[in-house]
């Protein structure tokens, strides 16, 4: 595509055709590349999803410079998009630098907070063309270094999503509807009715986090209730980080990283791959 793309025209095209674009969150350039690289075998879209917590560890503008390179290389259309910022100020330090999807995340504050911090967002982005996600609703898990516990979850209420769409201008929006941030202890119980309430109210695209240990049954119905993104972090870290410690303990003398991490790419890749094929998003890049 050659250039990075905001989330508009992918995530519409998924809503009129009923897919999800996958959302697979990165961390450094081994893991742009196999995310990357498993897009385009299934000429899949695909969202490349950074935290304040990769951006720290791994610099902003790396980050930034690595996803351009994706898309400049690769003739599928790729998004790199901030996950659950926090901050106006950090969110403007990546326009700044050419990103073009943002996700705003003041769903700890109030309600009045939420929509004036995100309106403020949405002016800002859409000044610099970029598109913005927030989230209305309370997750529970981990994210970064921020853990919010099952008594603190709250779900997205339906007629206030209309509300906050219209008063902040957002472009999507993140719901909560009973996923979970990281791995789940029991089987989740997703809120299939509410997800069609909200669907039924709100026009904009609907995001689904969490989506690790979800089953594919869930997420696919998920996706066929509305969800047009579909966040996965957590499911994708674990086959990279055991097929490091696989290698390395295979190999108890191996040094060079361009050897065990050509083996985590692999083991994570084919992940990718499955996740893909469930959002249904190959074969529409
Ligand atoms: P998981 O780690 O549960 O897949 O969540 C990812 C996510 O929602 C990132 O925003």
């Given at each position: 595509?050659?250039?990075?793309?905001?989330?508009?025209?992918?995530?519409?095209?998924?809503?009129?055709?009923?897919?999800?674009?996958?959302?697979?969150?990165?961390?450094?350039?081994?893991?742009?590349?196999?995310?990357?690289?498993?897009?385009?075998?299934?000429?899949?879209?695909?969202?490349?999803?950074?935290?304040?917590?990769?951006?720290?560890?791994?610099?902003?503008?790396?980050?930034?410079?690595?996803?351009e390179?994706?898309?400049?290389?690769?003739?599928?259309?790729?998004?790199?998009?901030?996950?659950?910022?926090?901050?106006?100020?950090?969110?403007?330090?990546?326009?700044?630098?050419?990103?073009?999807?943002?996700?705003?995340?003041?769903?700890?504050?109030?309600?009045?907070?939420?929509?004036?911090?995100?309106?403020?967002?949405?002016?800002?982005?859409?000044?610099?063309?970029?598109?913005?996600?927030?989230?209305?609703?309370?997750?529970?898990?981990?994210?970064?270094?921020?853990?919010?516990?099952?008594?603190?979850?709250?779900?997205?209420?339906?007629?206030?999503?209309?509300?906050?769409?219209?008063?902040t201008?957002?472009?999507?929006?993140?719901?909560?509807?009973?996923t979970?941030?990281?791995?789940?202890k029991?089987?989740?119980?997703?809120?299939?009715?509410?997800?069609?309430?909200?669907?039924?109210?709100?026009?904009?695209?609907?995001?689904?986090?969490?989506?690790?240990?979800?089953?594919?049954?869930?997420?696919?119905?998920?996706?066929?209730?509305?969800?047009?993104?579909?966040?996965?972090?957590?499911?994708?870290k674990?086959?990279?980080?055991?097929?490091?410690?696989?290698?390395?303990?295979?190999?108890?003398?191996?040094?060079?990283?361009?050897?065990y991490?050509?083996?985590?790419?692999?083991?994570?890749?084919?992940?990718?791959?499955?996740?893909?094929?469930?959002?249904?998003?190959?074969?529409?890049?």
């Amino acid at each position: 595509m050659a250039y990075l793309m905001n989330s508009k025209d992918l995530l519409r095209k998924a809503q009129q055709e009923r897919y999800a674009v996958p959302a697979f969150n990165i961390h450094n350039l081994e893991t742009i590349q196999t995310v990357v690289e498993a897009a385009v075998e299934l000429r899949s879209p695909v969202i490349l999803a950074a935290t304040p917590g990769t951006m720290d560890f791994a610099g902003r503008a790396y980050i930034q410079a690595i996803a351009e390179t994706a898309a400049k290389l690769n003739d599928i259309p790729i998004v790199l998009h901030l996950d659950h910022h926090h901050t106006y100020e950090s969110i403007e330090e990546s326009l700044k630098l050419g990103t073009k999807s943002v996700m705003i995340d003041a769903s700890q504050k109030n309600f009045e907070e939420n929509i004036s911090i995100t309106k403020m967002v949405v002016e800002t982005a859409h000044k610099y063309g970029a598109t913005v996600e927030a989230e209305l609703g309370k997750l529970v898990g981990q994210e970064d270094d921020l853990i919010i516990d099952d008594c603190d979850s709250a779900y997205t209420d339906p007629d206030l999503a209309v509300e906050f769409v219209e008063r902040t201008g957002v472009d999507s929006l993140a719901v909560a509807i009973g996923t979970a941030h990281g791995l789940y202890k029991s089987e989740p119980k997703l809120d299939f009715e509410r997800l069609t309430k909200i669907r039924e109210k709100v026009s904009v695209p609907l995001v689904l986090h969490g989506a690790s240990g979800v089953p594919k049954k869930d997420v696919q119905k998920c996706i066929e209730l509305g969800c047009t993104k579909v966040n996965i972090s957590t499911e994708l870290k674990i086959p990279f980080s055991s097929g490091l410690r696989e290698y390395l303990i295979n190999h108890p003398e191996e040094m060079d990283p361009r050897k065990y991490m050509k083996h985590a790419k692999q083991e994570m890749k084919n992940v990718a791959i499955e996740k893909i094929l469930m959002c249904g998003s190959a074969g529409k890049a």
